[in-house]
Each structure stands twice: as structure tokens, then as C-alpha cells.
């Protein structure tokens, strides 16, 4: 890298940084053309893969150029790669081929062009291309060449999120040492702040260890109270989230906005644990200027909260536009699970109340949105109109969207129509599935649109899908195997259509399952046409925009990561700064200190947060192993945070050991519970096998966090998630032996510092 002409202010490499960009100047030079693309390729192939450093995937068009400039260069340094063909026709073993070429690959590199921003993919090549960062490591490269840049990259989030690399001509050829080194490195998403969906994770979070708890008995502890008793007609049974924009919850809302009084709590005790959502009365005008007040429970969603403090604090991961629609998505994700038939419990007993808190105007402020929300739900109470004709429902944020001169338009691949491009000449089965859903539509006035690529140009194609308001998705058999139906331009719109909240999006599954969403749009929801008869009358019934009540699954996607953020900003970082000193101060107290007196014990220094594969959840560990006698109460950690007062509680147990007794500080991982109700729910569309891909996933997540700048130092080495087989194991003696290895592991430092210190006195 020494070579004269080299400007070493151009080579930018960001260590550990998920975003790394590194420019890179390369030089003209000859290679022959490496891959082997013959019947046998399927042995071939997996061969190839174990020997290589990197699978390469480039346009046929571009292939004479990287040969000459490029693959000789990747050649004369010993850099191993294979490259299956991408865009040529394929038999369909062929393009299994190039899916698990992608997800078997050590790194894969997409080498991009200007003409390539319409580089062909089948479906299950877009998805595996996705999947290169959901392994734990960094392996999916972009290398940008002929003068494109990176702002010039298509905004799809795989290639957002990807290592980017730009070359630069007329350098010295041996430049390409630093590509080749990039491509050889390893980094694991330990090292890193990942980045990923939060709003999903943390929806389901809020819903199954906060919601589904409190709201089936909210409504009977309002009406006992003498605050509902002594102002009937005023107070909502109710309870309100407030979701502003920036995420950023108050620590009680009365604090800010002078027109909210804090007015105590509601206290609600149920399996071991103490909820306390608090009453809140609010002042405002009525339309006639007249002054009102009202009473209602209300909060700040600590899950969505935890995204505003991840933006503030750690390294900004979000733009202020992602954060906004992370928080679009947590209200249409938690109004889902609200208004889902199989929690009839929950059904319009809480209302998501998104609005911007950093506008300036009177309708930015708390006070304002809770008076129209909680008026809006009285007035339903006592069957009055909640509202004008042609007035949107209070507490939405609806941003100045456009005006659309189509309510629907349909979306799916089509290449079989050729020149004529009619739909009455395809041979597409998928042609009759979308003109008979089009028809029931019409036939209820709806105006729709059909967008066939490749059949429609990409200008045809973004017009009708800008002009929609909605946009059902058709993902079929037939769909899967079309090179050209997720293009990047395509994908880059639908992602930026998303973002902007210029439309909404329904999936439509035909004789598929949900693995083939895309992760980008994972989050919205979708409908089996097949396995459900009623599936016209559902898009009919979300395509008008009125409030329903969910009949199929609900998708959840990537949820390990919202959840393991989720569990570290809103728990861990409260229990775990001072967890020593709790720990010490609790073990030195008269009940354990008789115990402790007459026999030889051991104290686990962490806290334990167990894992069991089957991922069954129980809150109370005497209750799965007989030999843990029923906990001490650790002091615990009381806040009043995001409007509402927090208990922190811990639990020390003690198991009687053959030799000793075991003390330690403990508790199943409370994200597992939101996993194990997702499956056993039938909601979220999460099989058994997902399940525990997910589980994997949360302990690494965890783990990579607590490792990682946003645990604070007081923070460090206090707590361990242990992942153990229930089915195998007693979790008594799991314990015992983590305990003993870290007695053990102890021991050695102490007897090591020992003899480094008899040395020095020695020399």
C-alpha cells in the first residue's frame, strides 16, 4: 500500500462498524473466467463454498470488466471466490443453488455498476441476500464501481446495512490488497451495535408481559376507585398509551404540560408482582371553547420509550425518520394485537395514541391528546357520535400524505404475457387469484391498479404504486421463482414508500409461508388466501381503513432484537448498577446469616437469567426444581419513570448442595415468555422451530449488548444468560455447576495474582 500515486486520505475503513465504507483506487488487469456452471454443479457447488473465502455476483453485462480489473486482481492475491451465475435462466434446483450458495458462503459480495440497480433476483435469492445479516458476522459486501457512489445505492435496507466499498480508477493495482483484506476479515456482531427492526420486538414485549396482564382487570379496579365513583361521565375505563414521535417518554406527564394533574395510582397485584398505572386528570376546550375536564389511566409504552433512549445514547443507530417510523410501527403493531380475535380480553380496552412532541403547536402537547382521546372513548361509552363526518380519529399522526386516485393497486410478477402484455394471454395462475379479488373490490367501489413487473416498466410500475394508497403484495409458488420480481429499484420504492408513509402495504400468501416476506415489509400484515375463506372480506376490510378486528396471524419477523434491547434498556440497566452491593447487603441480613453460620455456602456474583430450550416459562424458579427453596426478597428498585411508578423486583435463592449451599440471584430471561406466548398463541405465525431460532438469537443479542459501549461500566460482569436443555437438565443442578465454575475460575485469578506477587518480591 505504498505505492506513490496512492492518497491514503481516500482509504476509509471503519473498524467494527456494521456502516464501514472503504474507497479503493484498482488498476486494469487480465484473469481468466473462474466457476464451473455444468449439470453436476450441486456437488459442485458445495465443494466450492467450503474451499472459498467469498461467493461474487455480479451483472452478465459487467462480467468482461470485472474479469479484466477485478477477479485476476482477487486471483493474484489468493483470494478464494466462487460465482454462480445470477441472471442467466435457470432451472429451479439451479436457483436453490444460488440461495444456499449465499447463506453457506463465508462473505458474499454484490459487485455493483450503474446498470446494475436493475439487477434481476428471484425471490429466494433476495431473501437469502437479506439473511447474510441475520448470521452473526458481516457477510454481505457491496463494491461499487464505475464512478457510482454511495449515495447512489439503492435504499433497501440489506444493502444499507451491508459493508460498502467504492473503487476508484487509475491506482496502483495492488490497492486491491485492501478489498482483499476486507474480504478476508472477520467481524462478529459482538463487536458491534447491530442494527435492525425494533418496533416489532417491542410491540409483542409491551403486549405479553405488560398488557395482556393489566387490561382483562383494569377496567374493574377504574370503576372501584373513588376517583371514577365521585366524577361519573368523566372518567374513561380506557387505558391511553402516548406514543410521541421522538420516543421519548416523561418521567410523569403532569411534570410537563401544566393542563395534566397527577391524581395517584391504580394498584394492581397478580403472579408475585405489583402494577401501579396512574389516574391522570386533564383540562382542555371543548369545540364550543368551553372548558372540560376528564380522568382516564395513562403512560408512556416503557418498550417504545427504550427506542428514544437507544437513539440518544447509543452511537445515534437511528435517523430521526427511521425513529419515526419505528414508532408508526409499534402502534400498528400493538392495535393488531389489541384488535385480534383471540384476545377478545384486550379488545378496545386501550388506545395507541401516536403524536408529534416536537411539533410547537397546542395539538403537539399531552394534555390535548389525551382530552380528545379520552372524550372521543366517553362518548363511545355512552353511544354518541365519537366524531364529524370526514373527521380522522383523534390521537393519529397523519402526516401530510398525498391524495390518491386509487385505493388499491396489485402487485406481483408476471412474465409470461410477453409482448402483448395482456392478462387474458398469460398462462400466470396468479392472473385469476388477483382478478377475482379485483373484482370483489369494484363490485364495493374500491379503484384499483395492477402492477405486473416485469411486464410493466419501472416508470408504470412506481406510478401505479405511488398513485395507491394501499398496496396488496402477492408472494405465490409462481412468484418465488421469477427472476425479476424484486428488483432492487422495486424493493428501494416499496422500502421508501414504507418510510415516508406515502402507503400501506398487505401481503397476500398463496400456497406459501411467511418465510418469504422480505424482512423490510416482515412487520406488515399478511393473509393466507388459501386457508382462509373469508380473505376478500379481510382486504375489503383494512383496505377502508376502519379498525378490525384480526382473524389470521399476525407476523412478527426478526422480533430478538426489539426484544433484547427492550430487556437491557428498561430492566437491566436499572438492577444491575448497584446489584453487588444489594446482593451483599441482603446476604449480611439475620435470616441468611443463620444459615450461612453453620454451613459452607457459595454466592453467584452474577444475575442469572436462565434460558430453557423448550423456551416454558415459569416466574418462579422453586417452582420448576423442588431442591431451590422459595426466595429472599433483594431490595428492590423503585422509579417513577415514563409517567408511571416502576418496581424493579429481584429474588435471592438458596439450593442446598451435598457439600454446600448455593446462593444466587435469578430468573427465567423475561423475553422468553413473549416467545413462548407468541408460539402457543397461534398469532404471530411463529412455528416451534422459529421459536427457537428466536431464543438463539435473544441470548446472543443480550450477550453482544452487555459486551458492547451501551453497557455502562458499573454495569459490566454482572449478569449471564445461561441457555441450559430442560428437558435433560434440573435447573438446581445447572446452577450449582455454573456457580462452582465461576468459584473455580476465582480461585485460579486469586492463586494467579498470588504468584505474580510472590515472583515481584522475589526479583
Not at 422459595?630 to 457439600?659: D, H
Request: aromatic content about 8%; charged content about 25%.
Amino acid at each position: 500500500m505504498d505505492g506513490a500515486a496512492i492518497n491514503l486520505s481516500e482509504l476509509r475503513c471503519i473498524e467494527g462498524t456494521a456502516n464501514a465504507t472503504i474507497t479503493v483506487p484498482f488498476k486494469m488487469a487480465e484473469a481468466p473466467t473462474p466457476g464451473d456452471e455444468s449439470s453436476d454443479e450441486d456437488s459442485q457447488w458445495k465443494k466450492d463454498m467450503e474451499d472459498s473465502d467469498v461467493t461474487i455476483f455480479f451483472k452478465p453485462e459487467d462480467a468482461y470488466r470485472i474479469e479484466k480489473t477485478i477477479l485476476s486482481n482477487f486471483e493474484q492475491l489468493k483470494l478464494k471466490f466462487i460465482r454462480p451465475a445470477i441472471s442467466t435462466p435457470m432451472a429451479a434446483h439451479q436457483y436453490k443453488n444460488i440461495a444456499k450458495a449465499i447463506k453457506n458462503s463465508k462473505k458474499t459480495l454484490l459487485i455493483l455498476s450503474e446498470s446494475a440497480k436493475n439487477i434481476d433476483f428471484s425471490l429466494e435469492t433476495y431473501l437469502a441476500l437479506e439473511q447474510c445479516l441475520q448470521t452473526g458476522r458481516l457477510s454481505l459486501m457491496v463494491l461499487l464501481i464505475d464512478g457510482m457512489s454511495v449515495q447512489e445505492l439503492p435504499e433497501i435496507p440489506f444493502l444499507q446495512q451491508a459493508t460498502q466499498m467504492v473503487l476508484v480508477d487509475n491506482y496502483h493495482e495492488r490497492c486491491m490488497e485492501t478489498v482483499c483484506k476486507t474480504l478476508k476479515r472477520e467481524v462478529s456482531l459482538n463487536q458491534l451495535l447491530p442494527a435492525g427492526n425494533f418496533a416489532v420486538g417491542m410491540a409483542w414485549s409491551h403486549f405479553a408481559g405488560y398488557l395482556k396482564n393489566i387490561l382483562p382487570v383494569l377496567a374493574q379496579y377504574i370503576q372501584k376507585s373513588d376517583i371514577f365513583q365521585n366524577n361519573l361521565g368523566k372518567m374513561s375505563t380506557v387505558f391511553f398509551m402516548l406514543c410521541p414521535l421522538s420516543a421519548k417518554g416523561q418521567r410523569d406527564i403532569a411534570d410537563i404540560d401544566p393542563n395534566v394533574q397527577n391524581m395517584g395510582r391504580v394498584v394492581i397485584e397478580m403472579n408475585g408482582r405489583k402494577y401501579t398505572p396512574t389516574i391522570y386528570k386533564v383540562n382542555g376546550k371543548n369545540e364550543n371553547g368551553k372548558d372540560e375536564e376528564y380522568f382516564c389511566c395513562a403512560e408512556y409504552p416503557s418498550a417504545l420509550c427504550a427506542l428514544g433512549l437507544i437513539t440518544d445514547e447509543v452511537l445515534n443507530l437511528l435517523t430521526p425518520l427511521q425513529r419515526r417510523t419505528e414508532v408508526e410501527r409499534f402502534k400498528y403493531k400493538t392495535e393488531e394485537l389489541l384488535n385480534h380475535t383471540r384476545n377478545q380480553e384486550c379488545f378496545g380496552r386501550a388506545k395507541v395514541l401516536v403524536f408529534d412532541d416536537e411539533g410547537k403547536d397546542e395539538e403537539s402537547t399531552p394534555s390535548r391528546v389525551l382530552f380528545k382521546g379520552v372524550r372521543s372513548a366517553i362518548e363511545e361509552t355512552f353511544l354518541k357520535p365519537v366524531r364529524k363526518q370526514g373527521e380522522k380519529p383523534p390521537g393519529l399522526y397523519d402526516p401530510n400524505r398525498p391524495a390518491y386516485s386509487k385505493d388499491v393497486c396489485f402487485l406481483y410478477s408476471d412474465s409470461d404475457a410477453h409482448e402483448s402484455k395482456s392478462m387474458s394471454h398469460s398462462k400466470n395462475p396468479d392472473n385469476k387469484t388477483i382478478n377475482s379479488i379485483r373484482g370483489f373490490l369494484e363490485d364495493k367501489n374500491i379503484r384499483c391498479s395492477i402492477a405486473r413487473p416485469p411486464i410493466d416498466s419501472p416508470d408504470v410500475v412506481e406510478e401505479r404504486v405511488k398513485e395507491a394508497r394501499w398496496v396488496c403484495c402477492l408472494i405465490s409458488n409462481n412468484t418465488i421463482k421469477k427472476k425479476r420480481f424484486i428488483e432492487f429499484w422495486l424493493a428501494a420504492l416499496l422500502n421508501k414508500c414504507i418510510e415516508k408513509n406515502h402507503l400501506k402495504i398487505v401481503i397476500l400468501l398463496k400456497d406459501v409461508d411467511s418465510s418469504y416476506i422480505p424482512n423490510f415489509i416482515q412487520w406488515v400484515t399478511y393473509i393466507d388466501i388459501v386457508n382462509e375463506p373469508s380473505f376478500e372480506e379481510r382486504i375489503f376490510e383494512i383496505i377502508k381503513g376502519d379498525v378490525i378486528s384480526l382473524k389470521s396471524q399476525v407476523p412478527v419477523g426478526n422480533v430478538a432484537f426489539g426484544l433484547a434491547w427492550a430487556f437491557h434498556v428498561n430492566y437491566l440497566r436499572h438492577v444491575l448498577p448497584d446489584f453487588n452491593e444489594r446482593l451483599q447487603h441482603r446476604m449480611a441480613q439475620d435470616d441468611i446469616r443463620k444459615l450461612t453460620a453453620s454451613r459452607e455456602f457459595k454466592v453467584s456474583k452474577h444475575l442469572l437469567e436462565l434460558v430453557p430450550e423448550s423456551c416454558n416459562f415459569k416466574p418462579l424458579l422453586h417452582e420448576i426444581d423442588e431442591r431451590i427453596q422459595p426466595p429472599f426478597e433483594i431490595k428492590p428498585i423503585e422509579k417513577q419513570m415514563n409517567a408511571t411508578k416502576k418496581v424493579f423486583s429481584c429474588k435471592l435463592y438458596r439450593i442446598q448442595g451435598e457439600t454446600c449451599d448455593y446462593y444466587f440471584a435469578g430468573e427465567m430471561l423475561t423475553p422468553i415468555n413473549a416467545l413462548s406466548q407468541m408460539n402457543v398463541s397461534m398469532i404471530a405465525g411463529l412455528s416451534k422451530q422459529r421459536m427457537y431460532e428466536q431464543r438463539d438469537q435473544l441470548v446472543d443479542q443480550i450477550t453482544a449488548i452487555l459486551q458492547s459501549k451501551a453497557t455502562p461500566a458499573e454495569m459490566q460482569d454482572k449478569c449471564r444468560c445461561i441457555k441450559y436443555n430442560d428437558q435433560n437438565w434440573k435447573l438446581a443442578d445447572v446452577i450449582m455447576k455454573e456457580i462452582d465454575k465461576d468459584s473455580n475460575e476465582d480461585h485460579e485469578t486469586k492463586y494467579g495474582n498470588w504468584l505474580k506477587r510472590q515472583n515481584e518480591e522475589e526479583s
